[in-house]
């Protein structure tokens, strides 16, 4: 989720569960919300650390220490120590701590629902836990989390935040329902071809609750389509720009359209030697990290030679993918180095 709707959904958490007409502690609705979407933020303070290794950074250290429920209690007493000088209270400091704790806690939950995967348990694992019911920017859900935040800041209408957060559940909720509808037609394709001993995801998709994109991963090779559960877009053969390429892409549950894509790529030829390239402890970093790796491209230039990796989570028809890691070498005598592929 992006920072903004994290500050805004930590300000209406805030509000909703301890606004000042129900409690005798200092600072007023609009302080308590300001702690709320300070702490709320406060997580993604892990950026800093893309300034020491950006790709180690992207596949590793985001959403670890910053968001790990270990570790959330270390985080909402600094947050609220710092903000209870701030506001000059410095004796109700362990209630400014719990104001910070509950928006430090929506923020990982909020993360926790997205497909990018959370570090729930860090630094005692890094495993990446994900609910995968909503796309990393949903512009519903901050829109809901908005009108919240705008009603928190009245002094009238004070049920009107309980009344959005309670939306904003409902909400996810119904991408759950949406979620297991976008998997039935997975595992309906998955009967046809006999496919035994693959397994089925279906990831949120943007612009709407309705887009899914379904992965049958059956080993070193996918199946993937995209669907629109509403039955689709109206036909259109323009794909320029992102709204014509969403509408191209997504298609009616009866009319999917099922790509092959195999990890190593198409050419037999090379199989083995990518295969060997991408166990080369280089990449160890984005192989934890991709989830359904496959090869992106081969470059061949007079500048040299690179093996591009991404991850299929991240590929959309109308989208460059932000994760593409390979290793490039001047020559055949040169060894390899680790790179991203930038736009």
């Known amino acids: 989720m992006d920072t903004v709707t994290h500050a805004l959904l930590g300000a209406l958490v805030v509000r909703s569960v301890c606004p000042a007409s129900r409690s005798r502690q200092p600072l007023s609705d609009r302080q308590r919300m300001a702690v709320g979407a ?21 596949t590793l250290w985001h959403r670890s220490i910053t968001h790990s429920f270990v570790l ?25 701590t719990a104001l910070a704790g509950a928006a430090v806690l929506s923020h990982i939950l909020s993360d926790l629902i997205t497909v ?84 089925a995801t279906a990831l949120p998709q943007p612009a709407s609750p309705f887009n899914w994109k379904l992965i049958i991963d059956n080993g070193n090779r996918y199946a993937v389509a995209y669907v629109n559960l509403t039955g689709g877009y109206s036909a259109t053969d323009d794909t ?15 009319k999917l359209s099922w790509e092959t894509y195999r990890r190593f790529g198409d050419d037999s030829k090379n199989t083995g030697y990518i295969r060997a390239l991408w166990a080369n402890p280089q990449l160890d970093y984005f ?10 491209r081969i470059d061949n230039t007079a500048d040299g030679h690179c093996i591009w990796f991404t991850d299929l989570r ?11 890691y390979g290793l490039c070498r001047d020559n055949a005598a040169a060894s390899w180095a680790l ?3 930038r736009k």
Do not use: C
């Not at 909402?76 to 209870?84: C, D, T």
């Not at 829109?143 to 928190?152: E, K, P, R």
């Open 116 to 199: 990018f995967g959370t570090q729930v348990l860090a630094p005692l694992s890094s495993w990446r836990a994900s609910v995968g019911t909503t796309f990393i920017i949903d512009p519903w859900f901050s829109a809901i989390v908005l009108a919240g935040f705008l009603a928190g800041l009245s002094k009238h209408y004070r049920w009107l935040p309980r009344l959005s957060l309670t939306v904003l559940v409902a909400y996810i909720g119904f991408q759950g329902v949406l979620k297991h509808q976008a998997l039935s037609l997975a595992h309906e394709q998955m009967r046809r071809e006999n496919l035994f001993d693959a397994s």
């Open 72 to 96: 959330l209690p270390l985080w909402a007493l600094l947050v609220g120590v710092v903000l209870a000088f701030v506001f000059k209270q410095r004796s109700a400091w362990p209630f400014v």
């Open 38 to 58: 300070i702490a709320g933020a406060f997580p993604d303070i892990d950026y800093i650390a893309s300034w020491v290794d950006p790709i180690v950074y992207m």
């Open 339 to 341: 790179e991203r592929l």
């Open 314 to 324: 991240y590929v959309l028809p109308y989208m460059t993918p932000p994760f593409r």
């Open 287 to 296: 192989r934890r990290f991709a989830e359904f790796p496959v090869l992106y």
């Open 240 to 254: 320029n720009g992102f709204w014509n390429g969403v509408r191209a892409t997504y298609k009616a549950p009866g």
